[in-house]
């Protein structure tokens, strides 16, 4: 092993946290090493998780839209059509994303190195590159961005060959005829409803009576009745007993209420657990928490000073959005560099078929927390440009302070809800009256303007009440 190499900051991981974290620091004039133990940069982000999975929506919106206008044209989907034919951008997507990501850490000034970071102490990583040749690095600030990766319950027996998890599921090489979806979380949804769109027979089970449960039921509820509409069978309260390949043509998958599922292949979305293991932080002086993820401090700060963790492996919300953010704000404040506020706002966006997004507080969180409030909601086929588009199961819904004013948060389904919600979300961080949505001249006709109807109802009732 040759000399100790120094920096001023140490990434390890170039996912979405670990990326913003070095580009942040370099451009402020540190010296920053970025450590990727794998050949492509982006982690789950960019290689397995959010536009992979985004890329292969847009084609199944399409397929969708092909299917609603069969009287234009009389659409099929091909026999045995191979899935990389339904992410046929994606290597488009990806290698231009790959490519501005290194130009933009190279323009910043960032030390690429690649190979597999391990804690020596707490301030030096020993890096081993793929043909074994170890490299020792020291820093006074290390940040710790490795992600995370697909959590896999002991009693699935996933092979990645027919039983997946969402790290393999897009290695499938034919579209399945059917699929059962392990979870009832965003992962799960949002698969499930994509290759139901494709035309795949789906069938989502959960323990739970609903999927999504942190979102309003009157929300999950038009995600299952769409997912119903298109074919697909949500199963809630229901646990599975046993799941397995039945060596010949079909996953079987056995439930506790006696029923029994057979399908081509299996998704088991069943959360995601943090990439720790070969970290070795235990020679930093660190350790794990209860929930098997690194804790950190308002500062993004662990246990041990000048030690940093961002992104998946310190927790939810565990997406791609909030760990840049909390990227940059690990570099920022490792180097004392001016941050700005941190908004504890973050919105949620689940691309499932339909959308869904949510910032604030829910209707249900809101009731528990201040008893009594207002809600004022827009369905989308009640809106112009939603009876336009043929957009029938969409809603907004405000939900409002008990003084009829205060905005607490938007909750939104239907298509466009991811970015819909910005609006809801800039109204809430400036701390806008429910007003300013009627006030406000939006575009006519479009989907915005099911903020001012759903403002107007609030603003009636706080006038019938007052
Ligand atoms: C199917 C799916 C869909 C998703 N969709 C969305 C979405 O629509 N919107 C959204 O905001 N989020 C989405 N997410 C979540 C998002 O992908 C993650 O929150 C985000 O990637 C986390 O970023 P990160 O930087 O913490 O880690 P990661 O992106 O996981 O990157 C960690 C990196 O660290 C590297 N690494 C690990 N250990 C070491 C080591 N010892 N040495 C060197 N390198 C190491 C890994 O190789 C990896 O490249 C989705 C996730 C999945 C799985």
Redesign the pocket.
């Known amino acids: 092993m040759s000399q100790t190499i120094s920096f001023d900051l140490l990434v390890?991981?170039?996912?979405?946290?670990?990326?913003k974290a070095a580009v942040e620091a370099a451009r402020n004039g540190a010296s920053v090493a970025l450590?990727?133990?794998?050949r492509?940069?982006?982690?789950?982000?960019?290689?397995?998780?959010?536009i992979?999975?985004?890329t292969l929506r847009e084609n199944a919106l399409r397929v969708k839209n092909m299917r609603m206008n069969a009287q234009i044209a009389n659409f099929k989907l091909a026999e045995d059509m191979e899935l990389a034919t339904l992410i046929n951008r994606l290597s488009e997507v990806l290698e231009a994303h790959d490519n501005y990501m290194r130009k933009q850490l190279q323009r910043s000034g960032v030390e690429l190195i690649h190979?597999?970071?391990?804690f020596v102490n707490e301030r030096e990583i020993q890096?081993e590159n793929v043909s074994g040749t170890k490299q020792l690095y020291r820093s006074q600030h290390i940040l710790i961005?490795?992600?995370?990766?697909?959590r896999k319950p002991d009693d699935i027996p996933i092979d990645h060959e027919h039983l997946f998890d969402?790290?393999s599921?897009l290695s499938m090489l034919y579209l399945p005829k059917s699929l059962t979806v392990l979870g009832g979380g965003?992962?799960a949804s949002?698969?499930a409803s994509i290759f139901q769109a494709l035309g795949v027979k789906v069938t989502m089970i959960d323990k739970y009576p609903r999927p999504l449960g942190f979102l309003d039921d009157d929300l999950t509820d038009t995600f299952i009745s769409g997912f119903h509409h298109m074919g697909g069978t949500w199963k809630g309260n229901t646990k599975i007993t046993r799941c397995f390949w039945n060596g010949i043509d079909a996953v079987v998958t056995e439930c506790d209420d006696g029923s029994v599922i057979s399908s081509d292949k299996l998704l088991c979305a069943a959360g995601?657990v943090a990439?720790v293991k070969?970290?070795h932080i235990e020679n930093a002086g660190l350790q794990l928490n209860q929930r098997g993820l690194i804790s950190v401090d308002d500062q993004l700060q662990t246990d041990v000073a000048g030690i940093y963790a961002?992104?998946?492996?310190i927790g939810p919300?565990?997406?791609?959005?909030?760990?840049?953010e909390q990227?940059r704000r690990a570099a920022c404040n490792a180097l004392q560099i001016e941050t700005g506020n941190m908004h504890n706002t973050i919105p949620a966006?689940?691309?499932s078929i339909p959308e869904l997004s949510s910032v604030g507080l829910s209707e249900t969180q809101a009731r528990e927390k201040y008893g009594d409030i207002f809600v004022g909601t827009a369905r989308f086929d009640e809106i112009a440009r939603g009876q336009i588009s043929g957009i029938q199961n969409g809603l907004l819904k405000i939900v409002c302070a008990k003084d009829g004013k205060t905005i607490l948060g938007v909750m939104i389904v239907g298509e466009g809800a991811t970015e819909l919600i910005h609006i809801g979300q800039m109204a809430l961080l400036n701390q806008c009256s429910v007003d300013f949505f009627v006030e406000t001249i939006f575009n006519f006709p479009t989907l915005a303007e099911a903020y001012r109807a759903a403002a107007l109802e609030i603003i009636h009732a706080r006038k019938l009440r007052a």
Do not use: F, W
Request: charged fraction near 15%; charge should be negative; hydrophobic fraction near 30%.
């Open positions: 390890i991981g170039s996912g979405p946290a670990g990326q450590i990727e133990k794998t492509e940069l982006g982690g789950a982000c960019v290689q397995r998780g959010t992979p999975s985004k190979g597999r970071a391990t890096v961005a490795t992600g995370s990766h697909p969402s790290d599921i965003v992962i949002e698969y995601r990439n070969e970290l961002a992104g998946d492996v919300p565990s997406l791609a959005s909030a760990s840049m990227g966006g689940i691309y």
